[in-house]
């Protein structure tokens, strides 16, 4: 799973929760559209169970547009307009750092 936000040079705000197994993507919700993509039949298959369950829709938008943009802000002072995500590999290696959108 990863969560991003972010806000643009136009101050527009934007924000994903992802999900994915195996290095594959599953499922996205873009905070921008409230749309939920899909990858594959198992997915589409929670996509509308999820989007028949309104509050859910409610509970990841208000994570994204409030926890996660209030993150996002105290974490401005270090210069950054985006959160760093880890990328985690197979094995036993350490995780690496890296911008998730510059």
Partial sequence: MMIFCEVGEDGK???HWQYGYDGRDFLNYDMGTSIWTTADKEAQEVKQ????????????????????????QKNDH?????????????GNEEPKNESSRE
């Fill in 13 to 15: 705000r934007s924000g």
């Fill in 78 to 90: 270090y210069g950054s307009k985006s959160f760093l995500r880890k990328e985690f590999k197979k």
């Fill in 49 to 72: 169970k999820w989007e028949r369950e309104t509050a859910i829709k409610q509970r990841f938008t208000g994570y994204l547009e409030s926890t996660c943009m209030e993150l996002l």
